[in-house]
């Protein structure tokens, strides 16, 4: 999931300033702090919209592919 978040990332051309990332248990909590190609804060709603869905694609993708838990009887 992280390789898959931060391939998108490199892919929508932004930069990670400061990333977070933490793990527990079937849990992931990460944060990045990503600005433009030029250093500059991502404030234009328009473009943090189409990240979002870029981000939620391939997360959803992701989702998709991996393998489903095995459950024992």
């Known amino acids: 999931l992280l390789y898959t978040i931060a391939r998108k990332i490199f892919e929508l051309e932004l930069d990670v300033r400061f990333a977070r990332v933490s793990t527990y248990g079937h849990q992931v909590l990460d944060v990045f702090y990503v600005t433009d190609s030029r250093g500059e804060k991502l404030k234009q709603n328009k473009v943090l919209k189409m ?20 459950v024992s009887n």
């Open 51 to 70: 990240i979002r869905q870029e981000l939620d694609q391939a997360i959803a993708e992701f989702l998709d592919e991996s393998p489903s838990p095995s």
